[in-house]
């Protein structure tokens, strides 16, 4: 039994075949925004109004002649080894997943010798984005690093 091919019959294949497109773009946008945790700024204008005050505390901060730099000891706490803090400084910081499902880890850290500070709790594995805030005598120095 041969039966005649139609219209429809084309109508139909070139809808089934949209319809398939369109369902796997979907679902890919899907998997794309929820796999991406975060923007890197709420609003783009507002950023941008702020960008000079930005500069201007960036110069004050290296005006400081502090820095820092985040390792992780086998342990899985945060090792910072600080140079030209003073001895009274408060470091605390805050740890985010660069990707997949937000995830945010508060820091806090004790001094155990002159500049090397480390994390009263370990990190869990992977990568984190490690943003530091160091006080001391009302001035502020933050920096942010990437850990592996």
């Known amino acids: 039994m041969n039966r005649e091919f139609t219209g ?17 773009n979907l679902y890919m946008a899907t998997l794309a925004v929820r796999g991406f945790g975060g923007v890197v700024v709420p609003n783009s204008y507002v950023a941008s109004q702020k960008f000079n005050g930005w500069l201007d ?7 400081l002649g502090w820095s820092a730099a985040v390792s992780r000891a086998k342990d899985g706490r945060l090792v910072l080894n600080a140079h030209g803090i003073p001895r009274d400084a408060s470091v605390v910081g805050i740890a985010q997943r660069p990707l997949g499902k937000r995830e945010t880890t508060s820091l806090r850290f004790r001094e155990v ?15 984190w984005i490690v943003r530091l805030t160091i006080t001391s005598g009302g001035r502020t120095w933050a920096a942010r690093q990437h850990l592996p």
Do not use: C, D, N, T
């Open 113 to 127: 010798s002159a500049g090397h500070y480390v994390s009263l709790a370990p990190m869990a594995p992977g990568r």
């Open 57 to 63: 505390e960036a110069e004050r901060q290296k005006a």
């Open 8 to 24: 429809r019959h084309m109508a139909a294949i070139v809808i089934s075949g949209f319809a398939i497109v369109i369902a796997i």
